[in-house]
């Protein structure tokens, strides 16, 4: 994958969202919180830090978590 696919110059915060509630539909996960931060501008890249609380069993959980990982765009994790 390219350096802008993995990490765009711009990021629409709506886009992110819905990717994130469309993953937790489909991984049969309950969203409970999403919350955008302030986004941060660098120069090759911009980020969207999100604080995401959800419910389900175990197995729904982690494919939720699974599914984040393999989004085009990259996708860290600060807490679990």
């Known amino acids: 994958l390219k350096l802008e ?3 765009p110059l711009r990021v629409d915060a709506a886009d992110v969202l819905r990717e994130v509630a469309q ?5 049969q996960v309950i969203i409970s919180r999403l919350e955008p931060m302030p986004q941060s501008d660098f120069a090759a890249y911009s980020t969207i830090p999100f ?3 959800c419910k ?5 959980v982690a ?3 699974s599914g984040l990982e393999q989004q085009p765009r990259l996708v860290t994790f600060g807490e679990v």
């Open 5 to 7: 696919t993995l990490a």
């Open 23 to 27: 993953l937790a539909k489909a991984s």
């Open 51 to 53: 604080s995401i609380g």
């Open 56 to 60: 389900g069993d175990f197995s729904s």
């Open 63 to 65: 494919k939720f978590v």
